[in-house]
């Protein structure tokens, strides 16, 4: 059992961060390596040391901003090779976060944060008021049918559970009520996009299309401005059953008015063959409908290859070549084609998977900076984070090569609880100037950061970020989130992007089910 799991006999250890890879729904992790064992070990040790220097419990300071602003003080360390990180307990030295200590060269990326023990600096590094648009997230319907019909879907998505769900049936921490809870009371979330696993059609979906948006419907029940904090993909796969059946599908969805974009898995397939969305055959006739239907965003799951995936057809040549075909429509590589199996450095135009094949494509198609493709860093960012250097060239390429107005943030949320240590992170990320010379990168300057973070996207949806920003101001989430933070604030409650537990659940559904809502959240 890792470092990260338990602090005791008996309640978990609320790390901000779970160092390693996990799973997203879609991939089976590797085991926790040594070096994420060690980094779980130093970030514990520190907070013990903290915690007894600073008279509060170790299980609060790791809950609020001085544990995330430690927690990233440890990834400095362990990026440089250091072997210097928080001190052992025994030692009562207080753990260096502003640099690493290192004799090893400086990695390209780094987070910079205030002495963890000086809890207002680390809320006001950490904090931020940017209008964040996540297009990026998940969450199931425990009652449908695809827990007969997707036992494979199942699996994944049953270790996704959270240590600490009391639920009698564990996928209740996954819900709709999980949902509205980490993206919008625990984390600084103001809009996001609600998309789906690979599937067949509503009998595999783990939240099918009109549960999809039921979920629309109870976050804009909350909402009294007239904008919504829910925006909902539609998922198809034309290569399961008659084509001209998903083509009625399409239009259908579209009917509702509801459909912010259609999003395709070309890597997934009947007996694991996918197929290319540049497919005359199979895929030009989904793009071509949707054009037509005046759906001009189509997105596509690139990298990041799951169980049984066809890895021929995973790649993002046919994106970005339907993007140099059709001008007029925008065109969203998922992931940014990052595989957790691609150590990420500086271009290499002879890579065959990685961000790399991205950047690759779209110089062979002729396809510039801040065009018709775009990146979203779902999963990519929370997996380079272990590793700035890593982070800072992913980061980098994607900024030079998609566009400093064409990467969008994303996170995968609900899958790795609140999204909220991931935005953290990136507030207080910076790659190295002279790695961004070297490499052409452009910085991540305050501005460049309000872009990914959710201009772009507004931009790609047609949101009007100050009109989105004063509609959703005074809504009953942000009411409760607001509650939720002056309770954390006096100690009534730890930090609400802990890991999810059966109080604030409860106290969520209850506020939920108070509500005028027509929906019922269960």
Request: hydrophobic residues 40%.
């Amino acid at each position: 059992m890792g470092t990260w799991e338990r602090d005791d006999a008996h309640k978990p250890a609320p790390l901000p961060f779970r160092p390693g890879t996990v799973s997203n729904g879609e991939l089976l992790p590797p085991p926790p390596s040594a070096r994420d064992v060690e980094v779980a070990r130093r970030i514990v040790a520190g907070a013990d040391a903290a915690a007894r220097r600073t008279g509060i419990d170790r299980r609060r300071f790791l809950q609020g901003a001085s544990g995330m602003a430690l927690t990233l003080g440890v990834l400095n360390t362990a990026a440089c090779g250091g072997d210097d990180g928080p001190a052992p307990r025994s030692q009562g030295t207080r753990p260096q976060t502003t640099a690493p200590r290192s004799t090893t060269t400086a990695p390209a990326g780094t987070f910079v944060v205030p002495d963890p023990e000086d809890a207002p600096a680390c809320e006001a590094a950490l904090g931020g008021t940017e209008l964040i648009v996540d297009v990026h997230t998940h969450h199931v319907m425990p009652d449908r049918p695809w827990r007969q019909n997707a036992p494979r879907i199942l699996d994944m998505i049953e270790g996704l559970v959270p240590a600490g769900c009391v639920e009698a049936d564990p996928l209740a921490c996954l819900d709709r009520i999980a949902y509205l809870h980490d993206m919008f009371l625990a984390s600084d979330t103001t809009v996001a996009l609600l998309s789906d696993v690979p599937n067949s059609g509503p009998d595999d979906a783990p939240i099918p299309f009109d549960d999809a948006l039921g979920t629309q419907a109870l976050a804009d029940a909350l909402t009294t401005g007239g904008a919504s904090r829910v925006l909902v993909h539609n998922v198809i796969a034309p290569n399961f059953g008659p084509l001209d059946a998903r083509l009625d599908d399409m239009e259908q969805r579209v009917a509702t008015g509801k459909v912010a974009a259609f999003k395709v898995y070309t890597a997934w397939g009947p007996d694991g063959v996918g197929y290319a969305l540049d497919d005359p055959t199979i895929g030009i006739p989904v793009v071509e409908k949707a054009r037509s239907l005046g759906v001009r965003v189509m997105c596509g799951h690139k990298g990041l290859p799951l169980l049984e995936f066809d890895r021929s057809q995973n790649g993002p040549r046919d994106l970005v070549a339907l993007a140099a075909r059709y001008p007029d429509m925008d065109f969203v590589v998922y992931h940014g084609a990052y595989e957790i199996q691609t150590t990420e450095g500086p271009y290499d135009p002879s890579a065959t998977t990685g961000v790399d094949t991205l950047v690759r494509a779209l110089e062979d198609h002729g396809v510039g900076p801040n065009a018709n493709v775009w990146a979203e860093v779902g999963t990519t960012w929370r997996e380079t984070m272990n590793d700035p250097g890593q982070a800072a060239h992913v980061m980098g390429k994607l900024l030079k090569h998609v566009g400093e107005d064409r990467v969008m943030w994303g996170t995968d949320g609900i899958w790795y609880g609140s999204p909220q240590p991931q935005i953290m992170a990136f507030r207080a990320f910076q790659i190295d100037a002279g790695v961004a010379a070297a490499h052409g990168y452009p910085m991540l300057t305050p501005a460049v950061k309000a872009k990914v973070f959710g201009l772009n996207a507004c931009r790609l949806f047609g949101l009007d970020p100050e009109a989105t920003r004063c509609a959703l101001a005074a809504d009953g989430l942000e009411a409760a989130r607001a509650e939720a933070r002056r309770m954390v604030a006096t100690g009534a409650l730890p930090a609400p992007w802990r890991p999810r537990g059966p109080l604030t659940r409860r106290e969520v559904g209850r506020w939920l089910a108070a509500s005028t809502s027509p929906w019922t959240p269960w």
